[in-house]
């Protein structure tokens, strides 16, 4: 691909700048458009604004190959993104007859009725080509000027995603393919239990692994993202290039690595459980069901995830689980006993292959010198033994949840795999 090629991404909405919601859509954009070779240079958020958009519309057509701009497409007044893209490229908007008929059957399936303004969804640019929504009532819009292409898409992330990687990725390649010389390929490997400078003191001199090509180390409460960037003058190449980095780098810390890309650690846990036709349970206190929900979240977990239960009292842990009272009154619930007891007692009542418990001081409060905030008992259970290991993750609560959570499912990976517990 031609290295020349850029990209600039608009996205519009008032609620993103005063922080109601966090813009994720950039994120997903800018790794997409950069797997195709068309890297992001640019990118914003505007207002719900029309001047403003017109001024970044002119200033897209003069500097950059490709604008994707997300947000601002539905029926009401302060989506402005149609009427400005009218505007700026002296166009009218015309009814699409398919579309108008997707939009009535959507409304249709849910058994409601069509508000007369969402018939403005059908509403596209006339010198357009619509770009289908199959999740959603509002179509994507693609206007080619000058030899650049500006592309208007739902701001709903789930809509985008699948518009991004179903169509629009594909139209692009085809668009530009008469440029293309370089090629570029990215790959992430996903870790946990480990921290960053670790991780980078056990791999070694980073150039004797790379090359000339790149790579990030992207740490986050829950782990270390390694994302590998290739460019080469083929496909075939920058495979070839990208496999042998993944291979040096698995060769140094292939403990770590629980999966690639967009893996989640529950998916793989649960791919591993369905290979070896075996069951898990759990039993969660300061976790309050977060290992559950996310386990849950993987579709098919109903063929190796039989339950679990959120004991957060001591009470429900004595009565559910079987925890006995006097190990609860002599070590605390947050303790060594009472974690392994918990992942027994879930274990044996759910009759499944393996449990794993969690009990510890979430926070902000609650934690005393033998016990602070932070600290995590994590029990496992199988038919041939019963430990639990402690951990402290710090003072806020949530992070707290989530780390926990993670290194439970990190540390049923490993006894998947036979694979030692270094942390």
């Known amino acids: 691909m031609n290295n020349k090629l850029k990209a600039k991404l608009i996205t519009i909405g008032d609620e993103i700048l005063i922080g109601q919601i966090v813009n994720t859509n950039a994120a997903f954009l800018g790794d997409k458009l950069f ?17 403003i958009l017109l001024d970044e519309l002119e200033d897209s057509i003069l500097n950059y190959d490709v604008t994707i701009i997300t947000g ?9 993104t149609k009427p400005t893209l009218i505007k700026y490229f002296k166009d009218e908007l015309v009814t699409d007859e398919k579309v108008l008929t997707h939009v009535k059957n959507i409304f249709a399936s849910r058994n409601n009725v069509m508000p007369e303004v969402n018939k403005a969804q059908a509403l596209v640019p ?49 668009y530009f393919k008469v440029s293309m010389k370089e090629f570029y390929m990215q790959k992430t490997l996903l870790t946990t239990g480990v921290g960053e400078s670790l991780l980078n003191e056990k791999l070694g ?14 740490p986050s409460s829950e782990g270390v993202r390694l994302r590998i960037n290739v460019v080469a003058e083929s496909m075939k190449s920058a495979e070839k ?96 006993e009472t974690a392994i007891l918990m992942a027994e007692g879930i274990r044996k009542l759910m009759d499944t292959d393996y449990a ?13 010198k033998e016990k ?38 990190e540390i049923l990976r490993r006894e998947l795999l036979n694979i030692e517990i270094k942390f």
């Open 72 to 80: 601002g497409l539905g029926p009401t007044h302060d989506d402005i």
């Open 241 to 336: 290039e990208i496999n042998n980095i993944e291979t040096k780098i698995r060769n140094k810390i292939s403990d770590y690595i629980y999966g690639i890309n967009d893996e989640s650690l529950e998916l793989v846990v649960g791919k591993l459980l369905r290979e070896k036709n075996q069951t898990l349970s759990l039993a969660e206190s300061c976790t309050g069901g977060l290992i559950s929900s996310r386990i849950v979240s993987v579709p098919g977990s109903s063929e190796y995830y039989t339950g679990g239960t959120c004991t957060y009292s001591n009470k429900e842990k004595i009565n559910i689980l079987g925890v006995k009272e006097d190990i609860i009154m002599k070590h605390g619930a947050v303790s060594e």
């Open 372 to 409: 602070p905030v932070g600290l995590v008992w994590i029990g496992f259970s199988s038919k041939e033994k019963s430990y639990a290991k402690s951990y402290l993750f710090g003072e806020r609560r949530d992070l707290n949840m989530g780390r926990a959570s993670m290194r439970a499912l």
């Open 126 to 174: 006339k010198n357009s080509e619509v770009i289908w929504n199959q999740n959603g009532t509002a179509p994507g819009i693609w206007i080619e000027k000058n030899n650049k292409i500006v592309i208007a898409l739902p701001g709903v992330p789930y809509e985008m995603k699948a518009m991004i990687e179903n169509i629009i990725l594909s139209k692009l390649l085809d």
């Open 356 to 368: 794993l418990s969690t009990t510890g001081v979430a926070g902000p409060s609650g934690g005393s």
């Open 35 to 51: 797997s195709i070779g068309i890297p992001v240079v640019k990118t914003l958020v505007i207002g719900d604004e029309e001047q």
């Open 205 to 218: 001199n980073i150039y004797e692994i790379i090359g000339k090509n790149k790579m990030a180390f992207l």
